[in-house]
């Protein structure tokens, strides 16, 4: 009997060996029908699987990586240019970045979701091409080609359908703006959304930190840009988008990226043999102004040189600044010495208005003596002495606001400097002195936590600025008659500068640089027209000349002094009627 048991305990696994190897037959079979059906699929439809792998594909200007799953560009360096910390410029990089459209074909299946076979080829004339195609099977096939020039940041796209059907097909853009300058904060408050119609309508918004902001349009539009700071990106078609739906926002949560945006338009076909295609393109590059002019379509919009009310001063940028720097720069190389000769420049296009200024003020000066006399003659009476003060200046033939007109006609180019060096690429990265990026503020001291209304660092170039502000209201005062009855005229030309201080902390080196400049040719010119070509005794001789001389007819001078004369008499009348009561 334990002989037997024995032998039957030895024989039991190799039974259960065999009858589990009987068993597991019909299921390998069964694999293997599914595995052939696999490879099957595999076959007839090779853009359904595949590896993602990534591309690289570049000229002189751009260097783009591509996706074989999607067949569009994930990230994209712009050649020649250097983030704030001194790495590669990374425009954009990442998952975030998407370019697809949506298939007449099963069930709307996106160019995202297929895999893609590139091919690489050099063209003739040198520019390069990088076509992906998939194929869907049964004689359906998608192709994404790509054409870079050899030095240009504008690439042209294609998007061919062969053996599908559709008058257009929804396109999407996705991008998400990484960091690449100093101060991320300034840098988010600068990122902005531009479309333009086709119509030569456009329109730009700035991206929010605090909320997902939507627009649309029903017009056939032209080109939608991601604009950054100093470098942006758009989606172009020459022939015209259909409705546009834009969705952007800023991730403040993220320290690395600054914005991101998405664009969904419809793409028309233009039908073939068997084929439809659409050509589109994307500017990928920096915010040069020179080099968006050239494409002529209005991509220089995305420079912001006046916005909002202030939008008149971009024409005193484009007419007048931009053609100044650039011909300085043909044969200067220095961009501090540009800056110089530029103030100087315009302060010489300005010496009329200011000369007008300062004879105006010469005037003054020499009257305040007649002037003293009619304060003390009509004593507390303002309204008289206001009537007997525009008789006085209009027997002499002063006009009392011809120190301020003139002064009026230099605030467009402040204002223009204001809004061109925050914005104008040349001067990023530009060192002088303690400023190692001119396009960005300086800093000579980081506090280590922020102070309010003015921040977290002392700007050396805003103190200068500051300072030569202070010193021209002091040199100013001394050379402007001041009104007693007015005390507040005194000390406002002080307190200004003060305030500007804490505005301009943050602003770039190069702005607070050149106001500094400006100030000190400023007080050098007041100088030079004041010693050389301003003689007081003689204007106060003309002047009382002028007072035996027929008074010129002034509509301005006639229509104060009615207005003037008809606030006296109901002055006098407004106790009349109260005696009445």
């Known amino acids: 009997k334990r002989a037997k048991f024995v032998a039957d305990s030895l024989a039991h696994p190799r039974r259960t060996a065999d009858s589990l190897k009987t068993a597991t037959l019909p299921v390998a079979a069964a694999a293997g029908a599914t595995d052939s059906a696999a490879e099957a699929m595999r076959r007839s439809k090779p853009a359904y699987f595949g590896e993602a792998k990534e591309v690289s594909f570049g000229n002189k200007k751009i260097t783009l990586q591509f996706s074989t799953k999607g067949a569009f560009p994930v990230s994209a360096v712009v050649n020649g240019y250097k983030t704030y910390y001194g790495k590669p410029l990374n425009l954009f990089s990442g998952a975030g970045n998407q370019l697809s459209a949506i298939l007449p074909f099963d069930n709307g299946k996106s160019t995202a979701d297929l895999y893609y076979s590139p091919a690489m080829r050099d063209e003739p004339n040198g520019d390069k091409t990088l076509d992906f195609s998939a194929d869907l099977g049964e004689g359906r096939k998608v192709n994404l080609i790509y054409t870079l020039p050899a030095d240009d940041f504008m690439m042209r796209c294609s998007l061919v359908l062969t053996g599908m059907s559709a008058s257009s097909v929804p396109l999407t853009w996705q991008i998400q703006g990484l960091r690449t300058e100093k101060d991320i904060t300034n840098e988010r408050m600068s990122t902005q959304v531009y479309y333009r119609t086709k119509s030569g309508d456009n329109d730009y918004f700035t991206v929010k930190t605090d909320k997902e902001s939507l627009q649309h349009t029903d017009a056939s539009l032209h080109w939608a840009g991601f604009r950054k700071q100093y470098f942006s990106a758009a989606l172009i078609n020459d022939d015209g988008f259909g409705k546009m739906d834009m969705k952007y926002m800023a991730r403040p949560e993220d320290t690395n ?47 912001p040189l006046g916005v909002g009310p202030m939008a008149f001063v971009k024409y005193v940028n484009k007419f007048l600044i931009i053609p100044l720097f650039y ?51 009509c004593g507390d009476d303002q309204q008289k002495f206001s009537m007997e003060q525009m008789k006085l200046y209009k027997s002499v033939g002063v006009n009392p606001l011809g120190g301020c007109l003139p002064m009026l006609f230099q605030l467009p180019i402040l204002l223009a400097m204001y809004y061109l060096f925050p914005s104008f690429i040349e001067f990023r990265q530009q060192h002088f002195l303690w400023a190692n990026d001119l396009s960005t503020y300086d800093s000579v001291l980081n506090f280590g936590f922020a102070i309010p209304w003015y921040g977290d660092h002392v700007s050396l170039f805003t103190l200068l600025f500051t300072a030569s502000s202070l010193f021209v209201a002091i040199y100013n005062r001394n050379m402007t008659p001041q009104d007693p009855n007015n005390p507040l005229m005194k000390y406002l030309p002080f307190i200004f500068p003060v305030i500007l201080m804490g505005m301009f902390n943050k602003m770039a080196a190069a702005l607070t640089f050149y106001y500094t400049v400006s100030n000190l040719l400023s007080m050098l010119q007041q100088f030079i027209i004041q010693k050389y070509f301003i003689d007081e005794k003689a204007i106060h001789a003309q002047l009382q000349e002028n007072k035996n001389k027929p008074p010129a007819p002034s509509k301005w001078a006639q229509k104060l002094e009615e207005m003037q004369r008809l606030q006296a008499e109901r002055a006098k009348q407004m106790p009349r009627r109260s005696d009445k009561k």
Do not use: C, W
């Not at 664009?263 to 990928?284: E, R, T």
């Open 327 to 377: 011909f300085l720069q043909s044969f200067i190389g220095n961009i501090i010495i540009i800056i110089v000769l530029m103030t100087l420049l315009i302060r010489l296009l300005l010496s009329f208005f200011t000369y007008k200024s300062f004879l105006s003020s010469a005037k003054m000066r020499v009257m305040k003596p007649e002037l003293d006399e009619l304060r003390l003659k």
């Open 257 to 303: 990226i600054v914005a991101q945006s998405m664009v969904k338009v419809d793409l028309p076909l233009k039908p073939g043999n068997n084929a439809q295609s659409a050509a589109f393109k994307l500017y990928i590059g920096p915010n040069d102004y020179h080099t968006l002019r050239s494409y002529g379509i209005g991509l220089d919009e995305m420079v």
